[in-house]
């Protein structure tokens, strides 16, 4: 329990710490909404850039907007980040809401193709060390961890979309669905190359830390112990050497869900994806405050969030977390 309680007392510092920099980091952007907005449309008359600077509350002092911000955090729920400049009248809740469920589609998805291919690789090579596919996977795991995503992203975009023509190379859905099954059906067509980027990506770190684990857990005694009393390998690799093995990734899980969330923001621009990583980017283009801090805001607490069940589970699953 002390375990836990500290890492809920860390995660509550981080959230304090994270939301005071999601309200000044875009304020140190360059110009603000109404600038963009001027630049976009020669010969704006001044006076409709005051309007638009007092309507959005920029001419307001930088204490005032912060009392703002966190009024809106802490005395509503869902907390309130206002009207967005860039999607008028729409609030920056409900644009973040709308695109969230797409982002999470994604990042399961990824999660669970890569964690699937990392074990079974990492698994074959532990249990043959030495041999040319040890070193092929581990050399591919290499090559994905230093890849670029969205260099990933167009080379299947040129690949299967261009040459090939068997996938959709943009968007979320096509625009003729024409019934419920047909517009899921389109939605998980869409999703087979971000989904297969995101998961290459996350394949690299995920394979090497499974790998140097599966290792170590095979020269365990307790996995000598359970060949010793004659019980089968299968037995072994999935009573004892996948639960333990397994405890990195686990213990990882916070880091996980923040590396693929700031990989999707590539993937998500690449593809035309209709995610929260592509409002982002729109968000800081037009320098729409409001976005950005309800978008960014959502993800911290994902992370945090994530970090912290990670932990949980993690006392669960290891003994000794729980006898220390």
């Known amino acids: 329990m002390r375990f836990i309680f500290r890492q809920i007392i860390k995660s509550v510092v981080a959230f304090f710490v994270v939301i005071n920099l999601i309200f000044f980091l875009p304020r140190l952007i360059p110009g603000n909404a109404a600038d963009v907005l001027a630049a976009g449309y020669s010969g704006v ?24 911000y966190m009024q809106g955090i802490f005395t509503q729920w869902p ?9 008028f009248p729409y609030t920056a809740n409900y644009l973040v809401w709308i695109r969230l ?8 998805a990824a999660f669970v193709l890569s964690t699937i291919v990392s074990y079974v690789l990492a698994m074959f090579s532990a249990v043959r060390r030495g041999g040319k596919f040890e070193f092929g996977s581990m050399y591919l795991s290499i090559i994905f961890w230093a890849l670029p995503p969205f260099w990933m992203g167009i ?16 968007g979320t859905s096509a625009f003729t669905s024409t019934s419920a099954l047909a517009y899921y059906e389109s939605v998980g067509i ?7 980027t995101l998961a290459a990506a996350t394949f690299g770190f995920q394979y090497l830390v499974l790998r140097g684990t599966y290792q170590e857990v095979l020269k365990s005694d307790f996995v000598l112990a359970a060949k010793a009393r004659g019980l089968r390998d299968r037995l072994i690799s999935t009573g004892y050497v996948m639960r333990n093995s397994m405890l990195p990734l686990i213990s990882l ?3 996980t869900v923040s590396f693929m969330l ?3 923001v590539f993937v998500e621009f690449v593809f035309g994806y209709n995610g929260i990583g592509d409002l982002l980017v729109d968000g800081i283009l037009q320098r729409d405050y409001s976005i950005l801090e309800a978008g960014f805001f959502y993800v911290a607490v994902l992370v945090i969030i994530f970090s912290v069940v990670g932990d949980v589970l993690l006392v669960r699953l290891d003994p000794r977390l729980r006898g220390s």
């Not at 907390?79 to 999607?87: D, K």
């Open 155 to 170: 080379l299947l975009i040129w690949l299967f979309g261009v040459i090939l023509h068997w996938l959709p190379v943009g």
């Open 253 to 255: 899980l916070g880091y």
């Open 79 to 87: 907390p309130y980040f206002g009207i967005s400049s860039t999607f």
């Open 101 to 108: 469920p797409f982002t999470l589609a994604l990042m399961a």
């Open 262 to 264: 700031s990989t999707a």
């Open 190 to 196: 869409h999703l087979i190359l971000p989904v297969v």
């Open 45 to 68: 008359p001044q006076q409709v850039v005051k309007s638009i600077i007092e309507r959005l509350g920029l001419g307001k002092p930088l204490w005032v907007q912060y009392s703002i």
